[in-house]
């Protein structure tokens, strides 16, 4: 037995039972301590990870000092396109200045380096930020990439750089007017821009939910190559006539929709340095003007409206009418008895008093207001000014009313109402947001009849061949139209060497498709001896914006109806 090994003797010696227990706990501890490390040093390891991380991440982003407003990707807007795709307005990234007062070692140093690059640079202002000793102070917003580089090449302890959201217009001044502005905040503070911002895009950039990636584009009915060819008439005009200002406007006759809409003087909505100057008005929407003889196209539809006179109907316009101390004279009287055509081709005061007349003062009044003219205009765009009439009609307010005076309304809002004169009798409340003619249907109200319609547009072509508006004739376009030459009043009184010149136009007569508007105000003759009425000035700007943009628009010319139309009654 000696020479046997004995399991339970371990090197030569007795193996009892509490030797064999303490080996196994050995082992056993000693592999939880070698777990415990294993898992400290991961633990160790994962913080160590995500502060690094953390601190390369911060690497790339903007510095935040104490003070610092908050991030401005909540101050994002969502891109507006004309209705074609072509971008009206964007959002750009652009660089700002700020400093920290408590680190700067050298206010007036820090000045005069800055100045290099800044020359207008407020200097007491500026002197007063850097010694406030505040966390975060703006020193420029929104910084060229030139001038940005050029302060970072200076070097100056204490001022850093924000990223920032900007509004850039590439059409420039061509749609100031419609797209309008936005603040230094980039919130929008007039035209379509303010517009967006009151349908819920000021909430969601307060709540910090405007992501570009989450605004789709805002598409307007506006169609670019239109808008530019009636910037650039207008703007020829008002140089070739000497005029104050100039203005047009292009409808849709079945959607409402606004295609084009101008107004000069204008500004630069990149550099909007002007743009609160007094004459810096979008006198289409904004301006409230008597619109002279383009009101008699309403009296006219009022009058065969009414049933109470037709095409074959006569006036007399033998003698003027006094009515108190004023006495309404024709600007070229015939000095006899007019049919209804000759009174509106002639444009006769006396005339359409008459056809006022026999409508009565209050169904006058009713009829105006229900073609919106005296109404203020429900739109997109803010700047809408609302229309100013008598508060009690008498009949002299009556008879003037009939031939465009005592009443202000605006440029745009004649052309809606016309609109309803040429579209079979249906008003449609106007719009710079893209619809198809089945939505402009939906909210149309009919305002006169169909009969009414077809007659108004057999005057209306009538006038452009053997009337004031022949100068806004074009060939294959079937153009029709009335003038409106009226006096303006300067402290209470009509001056007549200073005039508002219209012209308010649709075309193609056979079924019109579009209303075009424009205006002239204070025009000068063009040449001596020329006079300055509509039908010298206003008609041929309108007459230009067809012939360059009716194809544009989709309008075919057809030289098959260039026939005459005739004064022969139905």
């Known amino acids: 037995m000696i020479g046997k090994l004995n399991p339970f003797r371990r090197n030569g010696r007795p193996a009892d039972d509490t030797s064999i227990v303490m080996d196994s706990a050995r082992k056993s501890t000693g592999g939880r301590t070698r777990n415990r490390i294993v898992m400290t040093m991961a ?120 990223t920032e959201t900007r509004r850039f217009y590439p059409a420039g001044p061509t749609t100031a007017y419609i797209v309008g502005l936005t603040n230094i905040d980039n919130q929008g503070i007039s035209g379509l821009e303010k517009y967006i911002d009151g349908q819920g895009l000021a909430d969601l950039q307060q709540s910090g939910l405007a992501l570009p990636k989450d605004l789709a584009p805002v598409r307007l009915s506006v169609d670019l190559r239109v808008q530019h060819i009636v910037h650039d008439e207008i703007t020829s005009a008002m140089e070739r006539y000497k005029a104050i200002a100039a203005g047009a406007v292009v409808l849709n006759a079945k959607t409402g929709e606004v295609v084009a809409m101008a107004s000069v003087p204008d500004f630069d909505p990149n550099n909007p340095v002007n743009a609160q100057d007094k004459d810096r008005l979008n006198r289409m929407s904004a301006g409230l003007y008597e619109m002279g003889s383009t009101v008699k196209s309403f009296t006219t539809a009022m009058a065969l409206d009414s049933g109470k006179a037709t095409l074959n109907s006569t006036f007399d316009a033998t003698r003027p009418i006094t009515i108190g101390r ?107 947001l893209a619809r198809s003619a089945e939505e402009a249907m939906a909210g149309a109200k009919r305002v006169i009849n169909e009969k009414t319609s077809a007659d108004m547009r057999y005057l209306y072509r009538l006038n452009a061949e053997k009337g004031s508006g022949r100068r806004a004739e074009v060939p294959g376009y079937r153009v029709g139209g009335k003038t409106g030459t009226a006096e303006k009043v300067v402290n209470g009184r009509y001056v007549s060497g200073k005039r508002f010149n219209a012209f308010l136009a649709a075309f193609p007569m056979d079924d019109p498709q579009y209303i075009v508007l424009s205006v002239i105000d204070e025009p000068q003759p063009e040449k001596p001896g020329m006079g300055a009425t509509a039908g010298l000035n206003a008609a041929p700007i309108v007459a230009n914006i067809i012939r360059r943009s009716a194809a544009m628009l989709g309008v075919e010319p057809d030289f098959g109806h260039e026939n005459a139309a005739t004064l022969a009654s139905y």
Request: aromatic share 8%; net charge neutral.
């Open 326 to 432: 004023q006495t309404i004279r024709d600007f070229h009287g015939k000095g006899r008895v007019l049919t209804l055509p000759e009174v509106f081709i002639y444009s006769s005061n006396i005339g359409s008093a008459r056809e006022a007349d026999i409508v009565g003062i209050e169904g006058h009044r009713e009829f105006l207001h229900r073609l919106g003219i005296l109404e203020r205009m429900q739109t997109e765009l803010p700047e809408v000014a609302r229309p100013v009439e008598p508060k009690v009609w008498k009949k002299v307010h009556s008879i003037t009313a009939s031939f465009g005076h005592g009443f202000t309304t605006t440029p745009l809002q004649t052309a809606v109402g016309a609109a309803a004169l040429m579209n079979g009798g249906y008003l449609m409340n106007p719009t710079f």
């Open 43 to 162: 633990v160790f390891f994962g913080i160590y990870a995500t502060i690094g991380g953390r601190l390369i991440y911060l690497g790339f982003q903007d510095p935040m000092p104490s003070g610092a407003p908050a991030s401005r990707v909540t101050a994002s807007r969502p891109d507006i396109v004309d209705r074609n795709g072509e971008v009206l307005a964007t959002d750009i990234k652009t660089s700002s200045l700020f400093a920290e007062p408590r680190h700067i070692v050298d206010a007036d140093e820090a000045i005069e380096k800055l100045s290099t690059v800044l020359p207008n640079l407020d200097y007491e202002q500026t002197y007063n930020k850097l010694k406030s000793g505040a966390g975060f102070v703006w020193l420029q917003r929104q910084l060229t990439p030139r001038q940005q580089s050029a302060i970072m090449q200076l070097g100056i302890p204490g001022i850093g750089f924000r």
